[in-house]
Structures are given as structure tokens and as C-alpha cells.
């Protein structure tokens, strides 16, 4: 099964999960660069106006994968904004595709996460995986705000019973559900 993982990253935690996924699976990995170098301000910009910032062209014949996987940071409840660029520019091609997220988590997030992409595509993801640093960490690691993860967080993650799904689908051709 021919299988593409296309990620954002801002402070790298979501790159480490992508090749650290692409080993796994040994899917093919692309990443949405920008033009304009990113900092702290335009990512507030974003947020604040719901912004699509534009991203580097990226050639892909999305339509040659079975399987398209989606991995970027959440930003104040919202999926990275350059991500969400490039959905909304290839929603056309995203037949079966799923979302994961490296994140620090917030209740109620899966579901808003769910709501924007079906927005987006115009149809749901096959699967939605958040992987939360808040469940990992401890509170005082929490407080000191972005959390750089650990070759040993991303060990623990991949316990997660969700990603574990997902990888035992890619072991064994099961069908995800
Ligand atoms: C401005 C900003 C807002 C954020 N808002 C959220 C949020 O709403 N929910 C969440 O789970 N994580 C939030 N995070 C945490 C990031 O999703 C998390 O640190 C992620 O692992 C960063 O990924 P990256 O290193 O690939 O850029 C936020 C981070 C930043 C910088």
C-alpha cells in the first residue's frame, strides 16, 4: 500500500513523530515549508484572523497514494495554520486520509480538530490520532510552556492504543477503523 506523510512543524516535535512514523511504515515524507520565515507574532496573526499564510509549492502526485497522513502542531484549538493551507489547496486529493497530531492536549480538542478538517475536505479523515505531551509530562514541566519531546516521549507515545492501531494496520494490512 502506497502511503505519504506530509508535515508541519514549528519547533520540530510534530518533524520527529513524522520520520519517526515514515520508519514504521516506510511511507514517503514531504514537508510544508514557508516563503517568510516563521516566529511567534505570525502564529498569533494566524490564530487571531484565521489566516492561510502561503507555503512553498509542493509537487506531489497525491492522487498515486492509497494513504495520505497529515501530521502538524495544534495552535489554540486550531490545526497549524501553513497545514491547514495546504488542505485547503488539496482537499481534491485527500480521499482517504488521516490527521495526527503531536500536541500538549486540551479536552474537547479531537472533536474541534474533526470539525475542521471535515470543514476543510468536505469529508471526515479515516483516522484522528492526539498524541498529548499533558499526559506524559509533569505539571511542572507543563508550566514552563513549549515542550521539546524526547526520543523516550516518542517511545511512550507509541503505546498509545490509537497509533498502535495504526501501526498494527501497517503490519498486518488490517482495516482501520
Ligand atoms: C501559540 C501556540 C498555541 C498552542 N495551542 C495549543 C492548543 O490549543 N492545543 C494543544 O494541544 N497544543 C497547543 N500548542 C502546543 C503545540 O501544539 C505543541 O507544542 C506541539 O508539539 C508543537 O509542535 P512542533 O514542535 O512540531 O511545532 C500551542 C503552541 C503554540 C506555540
Request: charged share 30%; proline share 3%; with cysteine.
Amino acid at each position: 500500500m502506497k502511503t505519504c506523510i506530509i508535515y508541519f512543524t514549528f519547533s520540530g516535535n510534530n518533524e520527529m513523530l513524522a520520520k519517526d512514523l515514515v520508519e514504521d511504515i516506510g511511507a514517503d515524507l514531504f514537508q510544508i515549508l514557508e516563503p517568510k520565515k516563521r516566529g511567534m507574532f505570525r502564529i498569533m496573526l494566524d490564530m487571531l484572523f484565521n489566516r492561510f499564510p502561503k507555503i512553498n509549492d509542493l509537487t506531489i502526485d497525491l492522487e498515486g497514494y492509497a494513504h495520505i497522513f497529515l501530521i502538524a502542531p495544534i495552535w489554540n484549538y486550531q490545526i497549524a495554520h501553513p497545514m491547514k493551507t495546504f488542505i485547503r489547496n488539496n482537499k481534491q486529493h485527500l480521499k482517504n486520509y488521516s490527521f495526527i497530531t503531536l500536541c500538549s492536549g486540551r479536552d474537547t480538542q479531537k472533536e474541534k480538530i474533526a470539525d475542521q478538517l471535515e470543514k476543510l475536505v468536505n469529508h471526515k479523515p479515516k483516522v484522528i490520532i492526539e498524541l498529548e505531551t499533558r499526559m506524559i509530562i509533569t505539571p511542572e514541566q507543563e508550566s514552563k510552556g513549549a515542550y521539546k519531546v524526547t526520543s523516550e516521549d516518542l517511545r511512550k507515545f507509541k503505546q498509545e492504543e490509537g497509533y498502535q492501531m495504526l501501526l498494527n494496520h501497517y503490519l498486518t494490512e488490517e482495516e482501520l477503523s
